[in-house]
């Protein structure tokens, strides 16, 4: 913990920090901040917003008593951080007894454990800083048949103190995680004297700083126990008997708060000046905190920077809200919130739920319902189509690709997204040609229908649009997928000159201009206009196609055209001059492709 002000910038600022488990946790004014790498390299970050101290209560703000308050709120408030920055890197699965908190008691778990913690770690301090001296004091009285005098006694309990929690400090530090905790100690340090320096706040600049700070915990730590010698003693004096045993450790617990007080007020009143007059009462904890604090890595330095900024930037502007860390869950957690998402904004599709979580994690769909974790980044992505899918847009933009026939095709408002039954219309043609034939896609879009027959068939693909922007994207298409197409930008037939094809094939826009308006929003609004409408009666493009298609045809050539609902009769009633033509059905029996040979 330490706290820092920088006296070049107009305003002052003063924030502390605390190391948490791969990372750390910076608290000012008005805001905390706890940036946390997770284990795919990710910074995470929580904040909360804190009541500043000029808003609390007078008394509150009174010397000493401030000092019992920082105490205390540090020694809650570091805990729950600890715990929580734990919870980025995922829980184990929770007891029944757990569960039965959770749900019928609606007590918080964490909670609970924070506060076991609390008060286990409050026994343990007890024991070791206490109850030990004392008793090895006794111990030596009983050796040496002596019985020392009150300021004998709390001094060498005081010495025999500072003993304990140095060795138990060093053998923490042997510890690796502990180690990594003390690494990024350093990390929190380094970053503050590099915002106290007026030093732009870089990962080089920090590296270059200190990692010993006059405000440390690890300073607090040691003032706490030097004033609790004197204080005890001056206590012991006053009461003007011989305290011993369990009376003497619950004087001490009583007088824990002020101790507290008076160490707060102490490491402040040091804080302000470097006279090295001062010096020696420094000396102590600047020199173990050359334990408590390693020289961190760049990444460790990044997190703090992270933390310290957050917080800086909260403190400057009220209007920034308050986040959460992203927690690992379980995949059938994550299906049920995002089945939830989807029905409050009006998608009343499970499927869709399913779609996202699959996609993203690069699962079946059936293997979505486990107990297996998902990690941060995983459901940062899931949480970025649902936000997007909520808004309307459809859910293939949302993922950015379509399978479409065994093929990766990216989509965008670019282009219609290709559709399942489309894929009839590349069975087809497969029957119908081979690596020596010419094919002609007509309105090809994202270039899905060329890709697959040129992948499946091997023939020689041309592919036209008159939007430049499709062409583009059925470009890169081709490329991801190692499809050789030729891509050419044209009205129809206009710019094809005399090119003749074994074969034609095409999807064109076949909705009615009047029908646009009553499609569902998400084709509506967002897939593009020009790719749906069909004019009046939806049967333009299929006109122009029954007019000139002749012309491009070798003998024998065959037209393929998939068509809307309805629609496949009309359009063979328009392909005069066809030996034969044929209506197709799809897999739900309905007249999907219209089959003609010249």
């Known amino acids: 913990m330490s706290k820092s002000k920088n006296n070049q910038n107009e305003k002052q600022v003063s924030i502390g920090g605390q190391a948490v488990i791969e990372g750390v946790m910076m608290r000012g004014k008005t805001a905390m901040a706890t940036a946390v790498r997770d284990e795919d390299g990710v910074i ?25 308050v920082s105490f205390i709120s540090s020694l809650v408030v570091g805990t729950k951080v600890l715990m929580r920055s734990a ?9 029944k007894f757990e569960k039965f908190l959770a749900s019928k008691l609606k007590i918080n778990v964490m909670s609970v454990i924070s506060t076991i913690s609390l008060v286990l770690g409050f026994a343990l301090a007890i024991l070791l800083f206490m109850f030990l001296p004392q008793l090895i004091r006794t111990g030596l009285e009983s050796l040496f048949s002596v019985k020392f005098g009150v300021w004998a006694k709390s001094f060498i309990e005081g010495g025999l103190k500072l003993l304990i929690f140095v060795g138990y400090v060093y053998l923490s530090s042997l510890i690796k995680d502990i180690r990594r905790t ?9 970053t503050i004297s590099c915002f106290e320096s007026g030093k732009e706040l870089t990962v080089e ?25 004197i204080t005890f003693a001056v206590a012991e004096s006053i009461i003007g008997q011989n305290v011993e045993k369990l009376l003497r450790i619950l004087l001490k617990i009583a007088l824990l708060p002020i101790v507290a007080g008076l160490s707060y007020e102490l490491l402040k009143l040091l804080a302000k000046t470097k006279s090295k007059l001062v010096l020696p009462l420094k000396v102590p904890g600047m020199l173990l905190q050359k334990i408590t604090t390693r020289e961190p890595t760049d990444d460790m330095i990044e997190v703090a920077i992270k933390a310290f900024m957050t917080v800086y930037e909260m403190d400057n502007n009220p209007n920034i809200l308050e986040q959460e860390f992203i927690i690992p869950k379980k995949r059938k ?76 095709i990216k989509v965008d408002e670019r282009v219609l997204i290709p559709r399942p039954e489309t894929e009839l219309l590349v069975e087809q043609a497969k029957k119908c040609v081979d690596k020596d034939s010419n094919v002609l896609d007509l309105c090809t879009g994202s270039g899905a229908i060329a890709i697959a027959i040129n992948k499946e068939t091997n023939a020689n693909v041309i592919a036209v649009d008159i939007s430049i922007d499709a062409l583009n994207l059925a ?19 206009s710019q094809l000159e005399d090119k003749k094809f074994d074969l034609i094939v ?44 002749k012309n491009h045809l070798k003998e024998n050539g065959i037209l393929l055209l998939e068509c809307g609902v309805g629609q496949a009769q009309d359009i063979k009633d328009l392909l005069i001059g066809f030996t034969k033509v044929e209506i197709i059905k799809d897999y739900n029996e309905i007249e999907r492709i219209v089959k003609a040979v010249l």
């Not at 904040?47 to 010397?63: E, I, S, Y």
């Not at 490329?479 to 050419?488: C, D, P, S, T, Y």
Request: with cysteine.
């Open 182 to 190: 003390f690494m990024y100690h350093g990390a929190e340090h380094k």
């Open 44 to 68: 995470r970050l929580e904040t909360k917003r804190v009541k500043a101290q000029d808003k609390k209560n007078l008394f509150f703000r009174l010397p000493i008593i401030r000092g019992v």
């Open 87 to 95: 919870e980025v890197f995922g829980e184990e699965e929770p007891t």
């Open 475 to 493: 470009k890169e298409n081709a490329k991801n997928n190692n499809a050789n197409v030729e891509f050419v930008k044209s009205d129809m037939f």
């Open 205 to 229: 600049n920090a590296k270059q700083c200190s990692k010993i700070h006059d405000r440390c915990g690890t300073t607090f730590m040691v003032f706490v126990m030097v004033i609790s010698i």
């Open 506 to 549: 095409s999807n064109p826009p076949y909705i009615k201009s009047q029908d646009i308006l009553t499609l569902q929003s998400e084709v509506r609004d967002f897939e593009p206009n020009l790719a749906l409408d069909g004019g009046e009666d939806g049967l333009d493009f299929y006109r122009e196609i029954a007019k000139n298609s």
């Open 333 to 408: 957690e994550i299906l049920q919130s995002v089945i939830k998402t989807l029905n409050e904004n009006g998608i009343d599709e499970q499927a869709e739920a399913e779609w996202i979580i699959s996609l993203c994690l690069d699962i079946k769909r059936d293997e979505i319902d486990t107990d297996d974790m998902v990690s941060p980044k995983f459901i940062e992505k899931i949480n970025g189509v649902v936000n997007e899918r909520i808004t309307g847009r459809p859910l293939w933009y949302c993922i950015g690709d379509v399978d479409f026939f065994g093929y990766i």
